[in-house]
C-alpha cells in the first residue's frame, strides 16, 4: 500500500510545481480515500480501474489538453488518438489481428515458460522451500582424478563437528535417506524414502508443513517422544486420502510405529530431489528403522541458516577448516580414488546440489532454453509475414494520406503505436496465460526441480522481441509508401509500390518452415517412441493376476554406493514366501517373472535350417522365464511347446556345443521361416566378439503383443536358472485379485523381514501406463498440431497476399483461355515449392535435435525404441505438404474465381 | 461549460464543501457515472477560483474540523453560469425531445 502511495506521489512530480505544492497532499490523501471508498466485492478489478484512471489523470493534465496550455493537443492525449485509430484499423481486419493476436500470446506464453523454466531451476530453491538468501547447504567435495570435484556426503563426527559452529549459523541440519515401507494399517503400504533429520531441519530451511507442526527441534531423548513422522504431501494424498485428521494417527514406518504430527507442503521433496514418496522422522529412530550395520553408517548431507550478517564466503572459510580436520582425523574418510575432501557454503539452489545428478537435469534445462527461443522465432516469423500483408493491404491508404498533407513522422507514429499496442495486448495476454499455465504445470508435474517463478528477464525479453517485430515489419510500409512518389503509387497500386515485399515475405514462410521442422521432427520422434514402447494386451485376465516386486529394504547412497543390505539373503527368504502366498486360499498358481539377460548378440540361422527367408543377421535380447511362465501369465504358446522344468537353461548359453531351448515371437518366425514351422530349427552366434556361445533351438513359439513394431529387436526367452532368486513374481488367482494384495503385503512382512513389497495387480498396472500413455500422446500431438497450425497460417498469410498482389496477371491469363484449374494448380504448386525450400533448410537442424533426443532416450528411458531420421522425416514431410496445400487451397480457390473483367476494368 | 466544472458547482451551490466531499458527493449524485479523479478535481476547483466561479472561504463550524482542508462556495457569477448552463442544458433536451417525437 505505501509503495503504491509513494508510485503516486512520484508520478504527481509530472505536473506543474506551483499546482503540486498547493494540492499535492490533499491529492495523494485523496486517492488513499478513495481506495477506502470502493466497494468490497469485485474489489481487485474496481482497484485496477482506479490506479489506471488516477494515472491517466495525471499523465492528461501533465501533457494533455488538460494541461491548460493554449493551442494543439499534448502528446497524451494524441497517442490516445493514435490507439483509438489503431484499434478500429484492428477492427477493419479482425480475423488477421485476432490470428495475430492468438499466435503471438501463445508464442509469447510458451518462451516466457520455457526460459522461465530454465531462470529459476537456476536461481531458485527446490521446490517447496521459500526463497531466502540466508539458507545454505553445507556441500561436501572432494576431486577425483577423472571427473574433478564430486559431492561427498558427510560422516557422523563431521556433522557433529559442524553442528557445534554457532558462530556462522543460526540453526543447522543434517539429514540422512534411507529406504522403506511406510503402512497406514488400513490405508495400505508404499514404499517410501526415509529421511531421517537432525535438528529443526523444516525451521532450518523455512519450509512450512500444509498441517501440523515440524519435527521437534531438539529431540527429547524420550523414545516415546521421538517416535514421531512428517508425511510427504504425495503419502498424505496415497493413504489417507488427504484427510486433516491424520495429525495423531499411527503409521508403521518398516514395522516401526510412529505418530504423525505434520503434512509437508505439496511439491516438497527434501533438498536432494529423492522424488516419489518421502517421509521425515528424527534421526534418534534409526534404531528401530534400520539395521545396526546401516543405521551405524549413514551418509549425510547438511543445510543451515546463516546468522544476520554472515555470507556463505565467511561460512565457507570456518566449514572448510572444520572440514579438513575432521577428515583427517578419520581413517579411510574417502572412497579409493578421491581426495582432498572439503567442504563449502552456498546459498540453497536446486541447482547446487549435487552436480552429478544435476548433470542429466542441464542438459533437459538448455534444451528448454532452445525449444523456447525456437518457438519465439517461429512465432515472430509467422506474425511477421501477417503484418506484411497486413500492411501492403494499406499502402493505398498511407499514400493517401501522405497526399493530402500528413506528414510523415505523424504516419510513421501512427504505424509504431499499432505495432506497440499490439504486442502490449499479447503480452498481456501471454502473461495470463503463463500465470494459468504455471499452476497447471506445478499440479501436473509434482517432480520439477523448482518452483517455477516468471523470470522478469523472460518476459522482458520475449516482449522485446515482439515489439522488435511489430516495428520492424509494421514500418516497413510507411518507409516504403513514404519513399514512392505518390503519382506512381496512386497509378498502379500493386505494382510500382509491392515490388520487392513477396519476396521477403516468402523468405519468412521459408525460414518458419525451417525452424518449425526440428520441434515437429522432435515431437514426431518423441511420439514414435511412446507409440514403440507402449504394449497392451500381452498378459491374459489381468484382474487376476498380481505382480509382486521385492526390493531391499533400505540402501544407503553415499559413500558406500553399492552396498545394500538385507536382513536375510532372498535365497533364504523366498522359497518360504512362495509356499505361503500359494497356500493363500485363491491363488492358483505364482512364477517368477521374467528376468532380463540383456543382448545377447549377433545370430544367424543355421545354412541348414533356412527356409526361404533372407540371411539375415539379428541382435537378439534374451529373457529368461521360468517353467510354467506363460500359462501362469497367459500369454499364449501358438506353436511348439512352453519352457519347462529341465530344459537347458540360461546358464548353459557360454557353453560352447550347448543347444539352449528358446521361445521366439511369432513376428520373428515369419520374418525367419515365412510360414514353415520353426520348431527344431536352430540360430547360431555369428561374428567374434560374442559373449554367448550355445545354439539357440527354437522350442515354441508365442503370440506377439499387440502394436508390436516389425522392426523391434527380437526377443528370445530362454529357462531361467533354477538356482537363482528372482525377486519379482506373478501370481495366479482364481477370482478378482484385489482382495488378495492387502494378505500378500501382510505375508511379506511376516515372512521377509528386511524386504518390502511392492503389490499390485497388474490390471491396476496397465491401466495406469494407459493413463501415461494417452497423457503423453495427447500432449505430444496437440504440440506438434499447434506448431502445424502456426506454419499453416504463415503459409496462408502469404499465398493469400500473393492473389492479391497478382490479380491483374491472374485476369489477363483468364481472359486468354487459361483453365481456372492450371492457375489454382499454380498456386497450389508455389505453396508446396515454399515448404519443401523450408523442409531443406531445415533438416540438418531435425537430425542434430533427432540425435540429441535418441540419445537420450536410450540413456535416461531404456526400454524406449530408437526413431531412426527416415520414419520421421517422411512423416514430417508429408505433414508440410499436406499442411501447404491445404493452406494454398483456399487462396488458390480464390485466385481461379476471380473475374477477368471486374479486375481489368478496376485495373 | 467542462463537465467536472458543472458538477461540482451543483455540489458547492448547496453549501461549502472541501475536496474530498465534493469527489464523493459528485460520486453520490451521478451514481458512480462520473469519477473525479485527484488531479482533475484540484485543477477545476483552480481553474474555477481563477474565474471566479468559486470561493475559499473559511471553514464553516464543522464536526470533522480539519485546519489543512480547504473549503469551496460558490459565487454570485458561478450561479449565474451554472443557470446558464442549467438553460442550455434545458434547450438541448427539449430539443432532443421533439426529434424523438418528429421521429416517431
Same mark, same amino acid.
Given at each position: 500500500?505505501?509503495?503504491?502511495?509513494?508510485?503516486?506521489?512520484?508520478?504527481?512530480?509530472?505536473?506543474?510545481?506551483?499546482?503540486?505544492?498547493?494540492?499535492?497532499?490533499?491529492?495523494?490523501?485523496?486517492?488513499?480515500?478513495?481506495?477506502?471508498?470502493?466497494?468490497?466485492?469485485?474489489?481487485?478489478?474496481?482497484?485496477?480501474?482506479?490506479?489506471?484512471?488516477?494515472?491517466?489523470?495525471?499523465?492528461?493534465?501533465?501533457?494533455?489538453?488538460?494541461?491548460? $496550455?493554449?493551442?494543439?493537443?499534448?502528446?497524451?492525449?494524441?497517442?490516445?488518438?493514435?490507439?483509438?485509430?489503431?484499434?478500429?484499423?484492428?477492427?477493419?481486419?479482425?480475423?488477421?489481428?485476432?490470428?495475430?493476436?492468438?499466435?503471438?500470446?501463445?508464442?509469447?506464453?510458451?518462451?516466457?515458460?520455457?526460459?522461465?523454466?530454465?531462470?529459476?531451476?537456476?536461481?531458485?530453491?527446490?521446490?517447496?522451500?521459500?526463497?531466502?538468501?540466508?539458507?545454505?547447504?553445507?556441500?561436501?567435495?572432494?576431486?577425483?582424478?577423472?571427473?574433478?570435484?564430486?559431492?561427498? !556426503?558427510?560422516?557422523?563426527?563431521?556433522?557433529?563437528?559442524?553442528?557445534?559452529?554457532?558462530?556462522?549459523?543460526?540453526?543447522?541440519?543434517?539429514?540422512?535417506?534411507?529406504?522403506?515401507?511406510?503402512? =497406514?494399517?488400513?490405508?495400505?503400504?508404499?514404499?517410501?524414502?526415509?529421511?531421517?533429520?537432525?535438528?529443526?531441519?523444516?525451521?532450518?530451511?523455512?519450509?512450512?508443513?500444509?498441517?501440523?507442526?515440524?519435527? @521437534?527441534?531438539?529431540?527429547?531423548?524420550?523414545?516415546?517422544?521421538?517416535?514421531?513422522?512428517?508425511?510427504?504431501?504425495?503419502?498424505?494424498?496415497?493413504?489417507?486420502?488427504?484427510?486433516?485428521?491424520?495429525?495423531?494417527?499411527?503409521?508403521?514406518?518398516?514395522?516401526?510405529?510412529?505418530?504423525?504430527?505434520?503434512?509437508?507442503?505439496?511439491?516438497?521433496?527434501?533438498?536432494?530431489?529423492?522424488?516419489?514418496?518421502?517421509?521425515?522422522? @528424527?534421526?534418534?529412530?534409526?534404531?528401530?528403522?534400520?539395521?545396526?550395520?546401516?543405521?551405524?553408517?549413514?551418509?549425510?548431507?547438511?543445510?543451515?541458516?546463516?546468522?544476520?550478517?554472515?555470507?556463505?564466503?565467511?561460512?565457507?572459510?570456518?566449514?572448510?577448516?572444520?572440514?579438513?580436520?575432521?577428515?583427517?582425523?578419520?581413517? *579411510?574418510?574417502?572412497?579409493?580414488?578421491?581426495?582432498? @575432501?572439503?567442504?563449502?557454503?552456498?546459498?540453497?539452489?536446486?541447482?547446487?546440489?549435487?552436480?552429478?545428478?544435476?548433470?542429466?537435469?542441464?542438459?533437459?534445462?538448455?534444451?528448454?532454453?532452445?525449444?523456447?527461443?525456437?518457438?519465439?522465432?517461429?512465432?515472430?516469423?509467422?506474425?511477421?509475414?501477417?503484418?506484411?500483408?497486413?500492411?501492403?493491404?494499406?499502402?493505398?491508404?498511407?499514400?493517401?494520406?501522405?497526399?493530402?498533407?500528413?506528414?510523415?513522422?505523424?504516419?510513421?507514429?501512427?504505424?509504431?503505436?499499432?505495432?506497440?499496442?499490439?504486442?502490449?495486448?499479447?503480452?498481456?495476454?501471454?502473461?495470463?496465460?503463463?500465470?494459468?499455465?504455471?499452476?497447471?504445470?506445478?499440479?501436473?508435474?509434482?517432480?520439477?526441480?523448482?518452483?517455477?517463478?516468471?523470470?522478469?528477464?523472460?518476459?522482458?525479453?520475449?516482449?522485446?522481441?515482439?515489439?522488435?517485430?511489430?516495428?520492424?515489419?509494421?514500418?516497413?510500409?510507411?518507409?516504403?509508401?513514404?519513399?514512392?512518389?505518390?503519382?506512381?503509387?496512386?497509378?498502379?497500386?500493386?505494382?510500382?509500390? =509491392?515490388?520487392?515485399?513477396?519476396?521477403?515475405?516468402?523468405?519468412?514462410?521459408?525460414?518458419?518452415?525451417?525452424?518449425? #521442422?526440428?520441434?515437429?521432427?522432435?515431437?514426431?520422434?518423441?511420439?514414435?517412441?511412446?507409440?514403440?514402447?507402449?504394449?497392451?494386451?500381452?498378459?491374459? #485376465?489381468?484382474?487376476?493376476?498380481?505382480?509382486?516386486?521385492?526390493?531391499?529394504?533400505?540402501?544407503?547412497?553415499?559413500?558406500?554406493?553399492?552396498?545394500?543390505?538385507?536382513?536375510?539373503?532372498?535365497?533364504?527368504?523366498?522359497?518360504?514366501?512362495?509356499? =505361503?502366498?500359494?497356500?493363500?486360499?485363491?491363488?492358483?498358481?505364482?512364477?517368477?517373472?521374467?528376468?532380463?539377460?540383456?543382448?545377447?548378440?549377433?545370430?544367424?540361422?543355421?545354412?541348414?535350417?533356412?527356409?526361404?527367408?533372407?540371411?539375415?543377421?539379428?541382435?537378439?535380447?534374451?529373457?529368461?522365464?521360468?517353467?510354467?511362465?506363460?500359462?501362469?501369465?497367459?500369454?499364449?504358446?501358438?506353436?511348439?511347446?512352453?519352457? $519347462?522344468?529341465?530344459?537347458?537353461?540360461?546358464?548353459?548359453? #557360454?557353453? *560352447?556345443?550347448?543347444?539352449?531351448?528358446?521361445?521366439?515371437?511369432?513376428?520373428?518366425?515369419?520374418?525367419?521361416?515365412?510360414?514353415?514351422?520353426?520348431?527344431?530349427? *536352430?540360430? #547360431?552366434?555369428?561374428?567374434?566378439?560374442?559373449?554367448?556361445?550355445?545354439?539357440?533351438?527354437?522350442?515354441?513359439?508365442?503370440?506377439?503383443?499387440?502394436?508390436?513394431?516389425?522392426?523391434? !529387436?527380437?526377443?528370445?526367452?530362454?529357462?531361467?536358472?533354477?538356482?537363482?532368486?528372482?525377486?519379482?513374481?506373478?501370481? *495366479?488367482?482364481?477370482?478378482?485379485?484385489?482382495?488378495?494384495?492387502?494378505?500378500?503385503?501382510?505375508?511379506?512382512?511376516?515372512?521377509?523381514?528386511?524386504?518390502?513389497? %511392492?503389490?499390485? !495387480?497388474?490390471?491396476?498396472?496397465?491401466?495406469?501406463?494407459?493413463?501415461?500413455?494417452?497423457?503423453?500422446?495427447?500432449?505430444?500431438?496437440?504440440?506438434?498440431?499447434?506448431?502445424?497450425?502456426?506454419?499453416?497460417?504463415?503459409? %496462408?498469410?502469404?499465398?493469400?497476399?500473393?492473389?492479391?498482389?497478382?490479380?491483374?496477371?491472374?485476369?489477363?491469363?483468364?481472359?486468354?483461355?487459361?483453365?481456372?484449374?492450371?492457375?489454382?494448380?499454380?498456386?497450389?504448386?508455389?505453396?508446396?515449392?515454399?515448404?519443401?525450400?523450408?523442409?531443406?533448410?531445415?533438416?540438418?537442424?531435425?537430425?542434430?535435435?533427432?540425435?540429441?533426443?535418441?540419445?537420450?532416450?536410450?540413456?535416461?528411458?531404456?526400454?524406449?525404441?530408437?526413431?531412426?531420421?527416415?520414419?520421421?522425416?517422411?512423416?514430417?514431410?508429408?505433414?508440410?505438404?499436406?499442411?501447404?496445400?491445404?493452406?494454398?487451397?483456399?487462396?488458390?480457390?480464390?485466385?481461379?474465381?476471380?473475374?477477368?473483367?471486374?479486375?481489368?476494368?478496376?485495373? | 461549460?467542462?463537465?467536472?466544472?458543472?458538477?461540482?458547482?451543483?455540489?458547492?451551490?448547496?453549501?461549502?464543501?472541501?475536496?474530498?466531499?465534493?469527489?464523493?458527493?459528485?460520486?453520490?449524485?451521478?451514481?458512480?457515472?462520473?469519477?473525479?479523479?485527484?488531479?482533475?478535481?484540484?485543477?477545476?476547483?483552480?481553474?474555477?477560483?481563477?474565474?471566479?466561479?468559486?470561493?475559499?472561504?473559511?471553514?464553516?463550524?464543522?464536526?470533522?474540523?480539519?485546519?489543512?482542508?480547504?473549503? %469551496?462556495?460558490?459565487?454570485?457569477?458561478?450561479?449565474?453560469?451554472?443557470?446558464?448552463?442549467?438553460? =442550455?442544458?434545458?434547450?438541448?433536451?427539449?430539443?432532443?425531445?421533439?426529434?424523438?417525437?418528429?421521429?416517431?
Amino acid at each position: 500500500m505505501k509503495a503504491r502511495g509513494r508510485w503516486f506521489r512520484l508520478l504527481l512530480r509530472l505536473l506543474p510545481s506551483p499546482f503540486r505544492r498547493r494540492h499535492g497532499d490533499a491529492m495523494a490523501t485523496e486517492l488513499e480515500q478513495m481506495k477506502r471508498d470502493l466497494g468490497p466485492s469485485p474489489r481487485r478489478v474496481a482497484l485496477l480501474r482506479l490506479y489506471l484512471g488516477a494515472t491517466w489523470d495525471v499523465l492528461r493534465h501533465a501533457f494533455g489538453t488538460g494541461a491548460g $496550455r493554449t493551442g494543439g493537443s499534448g502528446w497524451v492525449d494524441s497517442l490516445g488518438a493514435d490507439a483509438r485509430f489503431a484499434l478500429r484499423q484492428f477492427g477493419r481486419r479482425w480475423a488477421t489481428t485476432l490470428t495475430m493476436l492468438a499466435i503471438l500470446s501463445v508464442g509469447m506464453s510458451v518462451s516466457i515458460l520455457l526460459f522461465s523454466f530454465v531462470h529459476s531451476y537456476a536461481t531458485r530453491p527446490p521446490r517447496g522451500v521459500p526463497a531466502s538468501e540466508e539458507v545454505v547447504r553445507i556441500r561436501g567435495v572432494q576431486s577425483s582424478a577423472v571427473y574433478g570435484a564430486v559431492v561427498r !556426503t558427510f560422516g557422523e563426527e563431521e556433522i557433529e563437528a559442524y553442528r557445534a559452529l554457532t558462530g556462522p549459523f543460526e540453526e543447522f541440519t543434517a539429514w540422512a535417506d534411507a529406504t522403506g515401507t511406510v503402512d =497406514a494399517v488400513e490405508g495400505g503400504t508404499v514404499t517410501s524414502k526415509i529421511t531421517m533429520v537432525t535438528g529443526d531441519y523444516f525451521g532450518a530451511i523455512g519450509v512450512r508443513p500444509a498441517l501440523g507442526g515440524g519435527l @521437534p527441534a531438539e529431540p527429547p531423548g524420550d523414545a516415546t517422544l521421538d517416535r514421531v513422522v512428517v508425511l510427504g504431501y504425495g503419502i498424505w494424498d496415497r493413504l489417507f486420502g488427504r484427510d486433516p485428521g491424520v495429525l495423531g494417527r499411527t503409521v508403521r514406518v518398516n514395522g516401526a510405529p510412529l505418530t504423525v504430527v505434520g503434512v509437508a507442503p505439496p511439491g516438497f521433496m527434501g533438498l536432494n530431489r529423492l522424488g516419489g514418496f518421502q517421509v521425515w522422522t @528424527p534421526l534418534a529412530n534409526r534404531a528401530v528403522l534400520l539395521p545396526e550395520d546401516v543405521a551405524s553408517d549413514l551418509a549425510f548431507r547438511a543445510a543451515a541458516r546463516l546468522r544476520p550478517g554472515v555470507t556463505p564466503e565467511a561460512a565457507t572459510a570456518v566449514v572448510a577448516g572444520v572440514a579438513e580436520r575432521v577428515t583427517r582425523a578419520m581413517d *579411510r574418510p574417502l572412497a579409493a580414488d578421491m581426495r582432498d @575432501p572439503t567442504a563449502d557454503v552456498v546459498v540453497l539452489r536446486s541447482a547446487n546440489g549435487d552436480p552429478n545428478f544435476d548433470n542429466d537435469v542441464r542438459m533437459q534445462v538448455i534444451s528448454f532454453g532452445i525449444l523456447g527461443l525456437l518457438v519465439l522465432l517461429v512465432t515472430c516469423a509467422n506474425v511477421s509475414a501477417l503484418l506484411m500483408s497486413l500492411a501492403a493491404a494499406r499502402r493505398q491508404e498511407l499514400v493517401i494520406r501522405i497526399s493530402i498533407g500528413a506528414p510523415r513522422r505523424r504516419i510513421v507514429r501512427q504505424l509504431l503505436t499499432e505495432s506497440a499496442l499490439l504486442a502490449t495486448l499479447a503480452g498481456g495476454a501471454a502473461l495470463a496465460i503463463v500465470w494459468y499455465g504455471l499452476r497447471w504445470t506445478m499440479l501436473r508435474f509434482p517432480s520439477l526441480p523448482a518452483d517455477i517463478a516468471v523470470a522478469p528477464a523472460a518476459v522482458a525479453f520475449t516482449f522485446g522481441a515482439a515489439l522488435l517485430v511489430g516495428l520492424l515489419f509494421g514500418l516497413a510500409p510507411a518507409l516504403h509508401a513514404t519513399g514512392v512518389t505518390i503519382g506512381s503509387a496512386l497509378r498502379d497500386s500493386s505494382a510500382a509500390v =509491392a515490388g520487392g515485399r513477396p519476396k521477403l515475405q516468402r523468405r519468412l514462410v521459408v525460414a518458419q518452415i525451417a525452424l518449425t #521442422q526440428p520441434l515437429v521432427v522432435a515431437l514426431v520422434a518423441v511420439l514414435l517412441m511412446v507409440i514403440g514402447s507402449f504394449r497392451t494386451g500381452q498378459y491374459e #485376465q489381468t484382474d487376476r493376476l498380481i505382480a509382486l516386486d521385492l526390493n531391499a529394504a533400505a540402501v544407503n547412497p553415499g559413500a558406500n554406493f553399492d552396498e545394500s543390505w538385507s536382513a536375510r539373503p532372498l535365497e533364504e527368504v523366498l522359497p518360504g514366501l512362495v509356499a =505361503a502366498i500359494e497356500g493363500l486360499p485363491g491363488v492358483v498358481d505364482v512364477v517368477p517373472q521374467a528376468g532380463s539377460l540383456g543382448a545377447l548378440g549377433a545370430y544367424q540361422v543355421l545354412p541348414e535350417d533356412r527356409a526361404g527367408g533372407e540371411v539375415e543377421t539379428l541382435h537378439l535380447v534374451g529373457s529368461t522365464a521360468a517353467p510354467g511362465y506363460f500359462a501362469t501369465t497367459g500369454i499364449e504358446v501358438v506353436r511348439g511347446r512352453e519352457l $519347462r522344468a529341465g530344459d537347458v537353461d540360461a546358464g548353459a548359453l #557360454q557353453e *560352447r556345443g550347448a543347444a539352449v531351448p528358446v521361445l521366439i515371437g511369432s513376428g520373428l518366425a515369419e520374418r525367419l521361416w515365412r510360414g514353415a514351422d520353426p520348431v527344431g530349427r *536352430r540360430l #547360431q552366434p555369428v561374428g567374434d566378439s560374442m559373449r554367448y556361445a550355445a545354439e539357440l533351438v527354437v522350442a515354441g513359439v508365442i503370440a506377439d503383443p499387440d502394436r508390436m513394431p516389425a522392426d523391434a !529387436t527380437p526377443e528370445v526367452y530362454v529357462a531361467a536358472d533354477p538356482r537363482s532368486a528372482n525377486p519379482d513374481l506373478f501370481i *495366479r488367482t482364481a477370482a478378482d485379485a484385489d482382495p488378495l494384495v492387502p494378505q500378500i503385503r501382510r505375508l511379506v512382512t511376516g515372512q521377509a523381514s528386511g524386504w518390502t513389497a %511392492y503389490v499390485t !495387480t497388474v490390471a491396476a498396472l496397465e491401466a495406469e501406463s494407459l493413463a501415461i500413455y494417452r497423457g503423453v500422446t495427447r500432449a505430444l500431438l496437440g504440440a506438434g498440431i499447434m506448431a502445424l497450425l502456426l506454419s499453416a497460417v504463415g503459409l %496462408y498469410a502469404v499465398m493469400a497476399f500473393s492473389v492479391g498482389q497478382r490479380a491483374r496477371e491472374i485476369a489477363v491469363r483468364r481472359a486468354v483461355g487459361a483453365p481456372a484449374e492450371k492457375i489454382a494448380a499454380r498456386f497450389v504448386g508455389e505453396g508446396v515449392r515454399l515448404g519443401m525450400v523450408g523442409l531443406a533448410i531445415g533438416l540438418p537442424v531435425s537430425l542434430v535435435a533427432l540425435r540429441v533426443l535418441n540419445g537420450i532416450m536410450l540413456e535416461g528411458l531404456s526400454g524406449y525404441p530408437g526413431v531412426g531420421l527416415p520414419e520421421v522425416t517422411a512423416v514430417v514431410v508429408l505433414l508440410v505438404v499436406v499442411t501447404a496445400v491445404a493452406a494454398t487451397l483456399v487462396p488458390a480457390g480464390r485466385a481461379a474465381a476471380v473475374d477477368p473483367a471486374e479486375v481489368l476494368r478496376r485495373g | 461549460m467542462k463537465k467536472p466544472w458543472f458538477h461540482i458547482l451543483l455540489v458547492v451551490a448547496r453549501e461549502a464543501v472541501h475536496g474530498a466531499e465534493i469527489r464523493r458527493r459528485v460520486d453520490e449524485e451521478t451514481a458512480g457515472d462520473v469519477t473525479l479523479y485527484p488531479v482533475t478535481l484540484y485543477r477545476s476547483l483552480d481553474e474555477l477560483t481563477e474565474r471566479g466561479l468559486i470561493e475559499e472561504t473559511p471553514h464553516p463550524a464543522a464536526a470533522d474540523y480539519n485546519e489543512k482542508r480547504r473549503y %469551496y462556495v460558490i459565487t454570485a457569477r458561478g450561479r449565474e453560469a451554472l443557470a446558464a448552463e442549467a438553460h =442550455a442544458l434545458e434547450a438541448a433536451a427539449r430539443m432532443a425531445h421533439a426529434v424523438l417525437k418528429e421521429a416517431r
